[in-house]
């Protein structure tokens, strides 16, 4: 069907989008400015984060709406009768989701606070958190892209 197709097609994306800007931000952007002082680190991360954090929230709202809205429709089975790849990824995709909502809410808005305090080891202390999230978020990124691309193969 191709509503399917279209739904999958902006699913993938929204994907490739949030789990490949983690991958950039922790594997390049943040090996690439460690060297920096700390006061230029933080500036650059205080003006580099809230655009992919928006990208993020844009990226979660589509993968709910693509992702629900084919298995609503009746893709594979619907909401009840999927294979297990869809569950799994709901499971992992969902907890991504609300660990992202924590970093957004706890200690991004604590680093934002520290930044404009100019308390620097704060917003260390906050920084360190979210990296923390990110690379959890980006494990799990990983994994749920395999199993939501792969998951029919392997088990049918
Ligand atoms: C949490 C709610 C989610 C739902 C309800 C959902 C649902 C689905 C469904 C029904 C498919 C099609 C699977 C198939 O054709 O066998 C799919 C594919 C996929 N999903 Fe998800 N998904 C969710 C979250 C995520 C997340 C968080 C990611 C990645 C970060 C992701 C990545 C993918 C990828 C890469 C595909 C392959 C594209 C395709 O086969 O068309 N999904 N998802």
């Given at each position: 069907m191709f509503a399917f197709a279209f739904a999958l097609a902006f699913h993938t994306l929204a994907a490739v989008i949030w789990v490949g800007g983690m991958f950039f931000a922790h594997l390049a952007l943040r090996p690439a400015v460690a060297a920096l002082p700390p006061a230029e680190r933080l500036a650059l991360w205080r003006r580099v984060l809230p655009r992919f954090f928006a990208w993020v929230w844009a990226s979660i709202a589509v993968l709910l709406a693509s992702g629900y809205g084919v298995l609503l429709l009746?893709?594979?089975?619907?909401l009840g009768g999927g294979g297990i790849h869809i569950d799994i990824m709901q499971a992992t995709g969902s907890l991504m989701m609300v660990l992202f909502a924590y970093l957004f809410f706890a200690p991004w808005q604590a680093f934002k606070r520290a930044m404009a305090a100019s308390e620097l080891a704060e917003a260390i202390g906050a920084l360190a958190r979210i990296r923390l999230i990110v690379t959890i978020n980006l494990a799990l990124g990983l994994f749920t892209a395999a199993i939501g691309s792969t998951g029919a193969l392997w088990a049918y």
């Amino acid at each position: 069907m191709f509503a399917f197709a279209f739904a999958l097609a902006f699913h993938t994306l929204a994907a490739v989008i949030w789990v490949g800007g983690m991958f950039f931000a922790h594997l390049a952007l943040r090996p690439a400015v460690a060297a920096l002082p700390p006061a230029e680190r933080l500036a650059l991360w205080r003006r580099v984060l809230p655009r992919f954090f928006a990208w993020v929230w844009a990226s979660i709202a589509v993968l709910l709406a693509s992702g629900y809205g084919v298995l609503l429709l009746g893709y594979r089975g619907g909401l009840g009768g999927g294979g297990i790849h869809i569950d799994i990824m709901q499971a992992t995709g969902s907890l991504m989701m609300v660990l992202f909502a924590y970093l957004f809410f706890a200690p991004w808005q604590a680093f934002k606070r520290a930044m404009a305090a100019s308390e620097l080891a704060e917003a260390i202390g906050a920084l360190a958190r979210i990296r923390l999230i990110v690379t959890i978020n980006l494990a799990l990124g990983l994994f749920t892209a395999a199993i939501g691309s792969t998951g029919a193969l392997w088990a049918y």
